[in-house]
C-alpha cells in the first residue's frame, strides 16, 4: 500500500527508442502541468495545504515548491548540456530542501507563479531544440550514467504526473 502511496502512477518507464510522438507528448504535459496543478489546489485551506500525502511524506505545500526547486534544477541541466559536452551535472538533497522555510511554510501562490514562469521559459527552450540536440547527454553524479535530453524530457513529464496525482488522490481520498 505505501509503494502504490509512494507511486500512484509506477516508477518512470521511458523507452529505449524514444519517438517524435513521445517528445511532443511529454512537452505537452510539462507545459500543461502549471495551469492544471494551479486549478487543482488553488482552493485548498492552509490546513489542506499542510496535509501529508502519505504518512512520513510531503504535505501539499512542501510537493508544490518541490516542483519549482526540481524543475529549477531541470532546466538547468538543459542549458548545461546544450552548451557543454557531456556535463558532469550536480545532484541535490531534495529532501534537505523541502524542509527548507521557503519550501515548508512559504504560501503556494508565489511557488505557483515561479512554477508558471520556469514552465513558460522551458517550454520555449524544448520546443526548439533539434533531434541533434535531442540525443546530447549530461552525467549523473551519482549514477554515473549518461542521461540524454529526449529521456530526460519524459523524466520531467513523469515527475509532473507523478506529484499531481499524489496530490490528486489526498483531495479524493479527503472529500475535499
Known sequence: MLEKLKYPIGKAKIPEKISKNDIQRWISI???HPAKLSRLVNNLTEDQLDTPYRPEGWTIR???HHLGDSHTNSYIRFKWTLTEYKPLIKAYHEDRWAELKD???APIKPGLDYLKALHTKWIYLLKGLTSEDLKRCYIHSETKKEVSLAKNIGIYAWHCEHHYTHIKN???SRGW
Open 30 to 32: 510539462i507545459e500543461d
Open 62 to 64: 512542501q510537493v508544490i
Open 103 to 105: 519550501t515548508k511554510l
Open 170 to 172: 489526498l483531495i479524493k
